[in-house]
């Protein structure tokens, strides 16, 4: 009997990709990449989140602005690239797969656009899945310290949070300090998730996203100044890619 393809959507859904799903799912990325690459715009950064069950997760960050030669103490070699852009760079972070907890980038914004401050990723990224109450505090401690003004990135790639040991209200406070919506709804277990926000810049303010897993997220926003003064998001775009829609022709 032959599947209804309401039901092997659903099936392609739930599990982690194939062999085969994987390999078409790699071609397709290598395609987006030349057709999708890191803006080039100085001031402009973005983010793309890749859910777990594809390929056992994955992603990168970006920002552009004057040479990124302070990455260079802040980033392993193996972490990020550099490309031209305009009268600078544009750098890109590629992020570790089937690592859980927040991937976070600071920047600072100076003339000719953004620049590194701290990289939390990797092996240093804040692992709230493997210690809630330790990492989140830890967290949101680092989310006080900041200035205002300063711009963060926030990814996934794995799964933010545990399914049975959700995170407390000290992790979306410091969220709601960088922008995030008090009425953001709590993230789920392997659900994609990605923020970029500013430090005091208000509540909403912030450029988030969450869906399903088998989504892939892509968050832009140029960085200006903000109505009465200070730094703000600008130019923003959400982009959902449903990648089940590549796979229905996968057994």
């Not at 859980?100 to 990289?119: D, P, Y």
């Amino acid at each position: 009997m032959q599947e209804h393809p309401f039901f092997k959507r659903y099936r392609i859904d739930k599990k982690e990709f194939s062999a085969g799903q994987n390999k078409t799912y790699i071609g397709y990325l290598i395609a987006r990449l030349e057709k999708l690459p890191p803006p080039p715009v100085p001031g402009r950064c973005c983010i793309e989140c890749f859910g777990l069950t594809m390929n056992r997760g994955g992603g990168w960050m970006s920002f552009a602005g004057p040479p990124a030669t302070a990455a260079t103490g802040l980033l392993p070699k193996d972490c990020f690239s550099t490309a031209p852009a305009g009268s600078g760079e544009v750098t890109t972070v590629e992020l570790e797969p089937n690592r859980t907890g927040f991937h976070v980038l600071e920047l600072e914004t100076v003339a000719g656009g953004l620049r590194l401050v701290s990289a939390h990723v990797n092996k240093t990224r804040f692992d709230v899945y493997k210690d809630e109450v330790k990492e989140s505090a830890r967290f949101a401690k680092w989310v006080s310290g900041l200035p205002p003004g300063r711009v963060v990135l926030i990814t996934i790639t794995d799964t933010a949070i545990a399914a049975k040991r959700p995170p407390g209200r000290d992790l979306y406070a410091a969220l709601e300090a960088l922008g995030a919506d008090p009425a953001m709804e709590r993230i789920g277990y392997r659900l994609p998730f990605a923020l970029i926000g500013v430090k005091g810049g208000g509540p909403g303010s912030a450029l988030q996203a969450m869906d399903k897993t088998k989504i892939l997220l892509r968050l832009e926003a140029s960085v200006g100044a903000a109505a009465g003064g200070g730094v703000g998001l600008e130019g923003t775009a959400t982009e959902r890619t449903d990648i089940t829609e590549l796979m229905l022709s996968e057994d």
